[in-house]
């Protein structure tokens, strides 16, 4: 279970890597299973999120979920605030509180269950699944020895020191983002409007993707730092942060690894170090953006 405080990116990790580490032993965990088992685990200042997200009429994907997560952590971050004190702040009338304490979820539960499918309780409340995680947990411990890296799913900054980078010119990149993507348009080129494309966000709010365009950028190669270009991102004015698709530059460039040392690329047999770790699950990736649009290479 995830603890107030806990690092959300690393609990993400955790339970990424037993799964895989569980199908690497021929016990494959389902992708229903493993957003179920993320769902039940989280803090109580995450309750919020897991309403908007049980309430959705769609199927809830790992990387819905995750990507979701990730958001609102970035967010509770940025104003300060953590835990339940930092979520009930956040999310205006999503909790109630008194006396500084806890009073649970506003309302009870209507619906079905995402686990069991019943009616009138919560996914964390779910006997079936507190049921299943225990045996599942149970089988983990004896058959999986626990690894202490963290490979998965990253958040890392691009660009300039974090402590020199405005938040204009700061991006995130996670697994998550099925497109490159920027709140604003002033690097780049061959822009194009597109019809509005509703994007949704971690807190269920939306914003929209209005054009696409190129943006040049400098980045560390096996020969050395070369300019190339990232392509088709997405212009989203009111995205808080740029995001940088690791999906989509491992689909059109190759694969990206995270070691203990830092994040890495893998094109053609030729292996380069992309960024150093800072801190856990962070790591500062070596990308300018550029004002040139000439480029010897296309990222996209």
Wanted: charged share 25%; glycine share 10%; aromatic share 6%.
């Amino acid at each position: 279970m995830m603890d107030e405080g806990d690092d959300v990116l690393e609990h993400i990790n955790k339970l990424k890597t037993l799964a895989e580490q569980l199908d690497a032993v021929g016990a494959p965990v389902s992708e229903d299973d493993l957003v179920i088992t993320l769902l039940g685990s989280l803090s109580e200042s995450y309750q919020f999120l897991i309403t908007a997200l049980e309430s959705r009429a769609d199927s809830l994907s790992w990387e819905l979920v995750t990507s979701r997560l990730l958001h609102e952590d970035m967010k509770r971050k940025e104003q300060g605030g953590g835990g339940v004190d930092g979520a009930a702040h956040g999310q205006g009338q999503a909790f109630m509180v008194n006396n500084n304490k806890r009073k649970g979820r506003p309302v009870k539960k209507t619906g079905a269950c995402h686990n069991c499918g019943k009616q009138g309780h919560w996914i964390a409340e779910c006997p079936s699944r507190v049921q299943n995680d225990a045996e599942r947990y149970r089988s983990q411990r004896a058959n999986v020895a626990q690894d202490e890296e963290d490979p998965g799913d990253y958040l890392f900054s691009v660009g300039r020191t974090s402590s020199a980078a405005k938040p204009s010119d700061m991006w995130l990149v996670d697994s998550g983002a099925t497109q490159h993507m920027t709140s604003s348009k002033t690097y780049m080129r061959n822009y194009k409007t597109m019809a509005p494309v509703d994007v949704h966000l971690a807190d269920d709010g939306v914003v929209q993707a209005v054009g696409t365009g190129d943006i040049v950028m400098s980045m560390k190669t096996p020969r050395g730092m070369k300019k190339g270009v990232l392509t088709n991102v997405w212009h989203i004015p009111k995205l808080s942060r740029n995001l940088f698709s690791v999906g989509r530059f491992t689909k059109d460039v190759g694969p990206v690894t995270f070691e203990s040392d830092g994040c890495f690329a893998d094109n053609k047999g030729l292996k380069w170090q992309l960024g150093a770790r800072e801190g856990k699950g962070l790591f500062k990736l070596c990308i300018v953006v550029k004002k040139a649009p000439r480029a010897a290479a296309v990222y996209r």
